[in-house]
């Protein structure tokens, strides 16, 4: 292990790479990244050099040193690439931290999960700046990312709460709340990221409460002892 690391703070990288890179570098089996982890740091390192709208499949595959088919077999294109990321680091930690907490406090705990889901796309604060300012009014990928996955999560958070909704209302309640979220998020990331995360996720918990109280006085929860 040390040995490794050594070689990964030589001279050749001018400086030591940061820990994030170390992860990327270190990841999958052993000490060989996996396709995926080269697919994405090639992603991110030519995204900061030109726009996402400039990014193509086979520049990723030239990056990263694969052949276009191989980076098929893992995605359909640069969106699903981008869908990936955004699911794996914004919206998993919010199913991480819904396992850690009792359903009874559904509502309650729905500051806390808005909160949370700013504060990862905050921890990615550059990636998310790069790729989402450039697009806002020009480019819908990240809208449609950010939408389509908070979408599917709202639909598994309406089931979780057993209540009956006409399949329609269940439709278009998660793509409502989906779309909004996706929004707010284009529109802050765009803006800098200056409003602190805490204060965007209490102003969108405000705004979105209101429904989520009603669906609540509605619901039959089970006990969680």
Request: aromatic letters at 12%; hydrophobic letters at 40%; glycine letters at 6%.
């Amino acid at each position: 292990m040390d040995e490794h690391m050594a070689q990964l703070e030589s001279s050749a990288f001018g400086e030591p790479p940061s820990p994030i890179m170390i992860r990327i570098m270190l990841g999958g089996w052993g000490f060989a990244m996996n396709v995926e982890e080269r697919i994405e740091k090639s992603f991110r390192s030519l995204l900061t050099r030109m726009s996402y709208q400039k990014i193509t499949v086979s520049a990723i595959c030239e990056d990263a040193g694969i052949a276009r088919k191989t980076f098929y077999v893992h995605f359909t294109d640069k969106e699903a690439l981008v869908a990936h990321i955004f699911k794996r680091d914004v919206v998993m930690t919010q199913s991480q931290l819904r396992e850690l907490l009792p359903r009874d406090y559904a509502v309650e705990n729905a500051v806390m999960f808005n909160v949370k889901l700013y504060q990862s796309v905050l921890a990615e604060k550059d990636f998310y700046i790069r790729l989402v300012g450039p697009m806002r009014g020009v480019d819908d990928t990240f809208l449609r990312v950010a939408t389509n996955i908070i979408y599917e999560y709202n639909l598994m958070i309406l089931d979780e709460r057993g209540t009956e909704l006409p399949a329609w209302e269940r439709d278009y309640t998660a793509y409502f709340f989906g779309s909004s979220q996706a929004m707010l998020m284009q529109k802050w990331i765009s803006d800098g990221m200056e409003i602190p995360p805490e204060k965007l996720g209490e102003l969108y918990s405000r705004l979105a409460l209101g429904y989520w109280r009603d669906r609540n006085d509605q619901a039959q929860f089970p006990s969680y002892k």
